[in-house]
């Protein structure tokens, strides 16, 4: 497991009057489930894609087991590697014309063998239950189907971290369910699951440690009981107050 | 389109080698082109309706429907072939129209009718290709016979755009048609010039997100992707010869 830390990030969109990311620092931690939680705009998505190397903090570092990602061709592939991200619209992340092949995409890029590659493909095919869809057409999925395959996609290249941003926003209980069995399985392989998600009510029954990201700040990190009862994330987060341990929104 | 694409992923030939799919239709229109009498036409579209039907187990109502289409496009294009306009009486059957007189002549009939009976014949063996094999096994073979990568990138990323963007046209007419965007005529064209501007838009954005995702996956300009496995059976080169043959026989035939 490699260690991935983020070193007091700063981030500012291109045009942009105010931080997206501000002294935002954060260690991930080996085989946990980490919720981050957050209201829109808040920078959830900017640090997301900070974790991955798509994009290059304005002052600050991204470490890997200590050194720091020098964004060339080679560290950003070794980033990459330990570090898998998957964004809510699968229809965004899939780009060819088959399961099996788009799978293949990332283990390719890692320059491993055609042989290692079907293997790593038929792996993360049976993680995510989609053995039956590697001949299908992407286009010919469901919503749910799609999710797994970028799901897939990114497993394939064998990440010891896995973000998952939103992804299970748009999905039934059903698929939402079959999406955490499979970060289960990742976590029961000491793999770090993060999920970016609105759903307080899942971050508090599933997630070890909860972040909280308000104005481009990393407002809360700790255990779920410990940052839901914090009066300051209760506010931030619109959480009725009739019960303290209750993740309910506030009614208006 | 999703019809073909439907059924080039189930159907029997799906695993035989595009290589030889391809090759057999290639091989099958230069017979048809070349040999040229209309027999051979007609044993051409006999051999790929029945292949197509019989060999690729496709539903007979799927192969005859494409092509009937394409029958009746060919059909508009030959009228011209067809009937003759002229200001002068012509000999034979006539029509007068004001001062235009429309003529009908045997041999243009029977040039027309050769012209369609090949094209048939060969649209026949396109759509058997088309119907049995999907994009994704004709970049593969592109792949393998080296034409360029970036042209076979943008062939995968055009036919997968194809289906994200309809999905999405599809939601926003939907959205358009829920607040009574096609309620008039005037409101309609108005509403598909939104859609056509928005759709843009969209697909730079879907464009954009789409990169961001293979940036992840450590893409770097190539989309680098495991080559299909695929059979040759044997049986394909005896029907390759029994059509030779045929349509040779067809050629000669007195």
């Known amino acids: 497991m490699c260690r991935v830390a983020l070193d007091r990030l700063h981030y500012r969109y291109p045009g942009a009057a105010d931080d997206a990311l501000r002294d935002v620092s954060f260690e991930f931690p080996a085989g946990q ?18 974790c991955n190397g798509l994009l290059r903090p304005r002052r600050g570092t991204v470490r890997l087991d200590g050194q720091p990602v020098a964004y060339d061709r080679r560290s950003l592939l070794r980033l990459r590697r330990h570090v898998g991200v998957v964004f809510q619209n699968p229809d965004e992340q899939l780009f060819s014309a088959s399961v099996a092949e788009d799978i293949s995409l990332g283990p390719l890029n890692l320059g491993l063998s055609q042989a290692e590659v079907r293997d790593r493909v038929q792996i993360a095919a049976a993680l995510c239950d989609i053995e039956p ?27 010891d971290i896995l973000i998952a941003d939103e992804v299970t926003n748009s999905l039934d209980p059903w698929m939402r369910q079959q999406v955490l069995v499979i970060f289960e399985r990742l976590v029961a392989q000491a793999k770090t699951v993060m999920l970016a998600t609105h759903d307080l009510e899942l971050a508090r029954r599933w997630a070890d440690r909860v972040l909280v990201m308000e104005a481009g700040r990393l407002v809360a990190n700790g255990r779920p009981a410990q940052v839901f009862a914090d009066p300051l994330v209760r506010s931030l987060l619109a959480l009725d107050d009739r019960n303290a341990g209750s993740t309910h929104p506030k009614e208006s | 389109m999703r019809l073909i694409d439907t059924y080039a992923y189930a159907n029997r030939l799906r695993r035989f080698d595009p290589a030889l799919k391809v090759g057999l239709t290639l091989w099958v229109i230069l017979l048809c082109l070349t040999l040229n009498r209309p027999l051979v036409s007609a044993a051409t579209l006999a051999w790929m309706l029945a292949l197509g039907m019989v060999w690729a187990g496709l539903p007979a109502r799927v192969v005859l429907k494409l092509l009937f289409v394409e029958g009746m496009f060919l059909l508009l294009g030959v009228l011209g072939i067809i009937v003759t306009a002229g200001l002068e009486p012509p000999v034979g059957p006539t029509l007068q129209i004001g001062p235009l007189w429309l003529a009908v002549s045997p041999e243009a009939v029977g040039t027309a009718l050769a012209l369609v009976g090949r094209s048939l014949g060969c649209a026949a063996a396109l759509n058997l290709l088309a119907l049995t094999t999907p994009l994704v096994d004709l970049i593969t073979l592109g792949r393998r016979l080296h034409v360029p990568e970036l042209l076979l990138d943008l062939m995968t990323l055009t036919y997968r755009f194809i289906f994200t963007l309809l999905e999405c046209l599809e939601r926003m007419r939907l959205a358009q048609e829920a607040r009574l965007g096609y309620a008039t005529p005037h409101r309609a064209l108005s509403s598909a010039a939104w859609i056509a501007a928005n ?4 697909t730079l954005r879907r464009s954009r997100q789409l990169q961001l ?9 190539r989309l680098r992707v495991l080559p299909g496995e695929y059979v ?3 049986h394909t080169g005896v029907i390759a010869l029994l059509v030779t043959g045929t349509l040779i026989a067809a050629w000669s035939w007195r």
């Open chain 2, 213 to 221: 995702a293979l940036e992840c996956r450590g893409w770097e300009g």
């Open chain 1, 33 to 50: 489930r980490i919720a981050l939680l957050g209201r829109n705009g808040s920078g959830k998505s900017t640090l997301v894609l900070h």
């Open chain 1, 133 to 159: 869809l590697l001949e299908r057409p992407t286009h010919a999925l469901s919503g749910g189907e799609k999710t797994r395959v970028a799901l897939a996609g990114i497993l394939a290249m064998d990440p």
């Open chain 2, 232 to 234: 040759c059976p044997r």
């Open chain 2, 199 to 202: 759709l843009l838009t969209e």
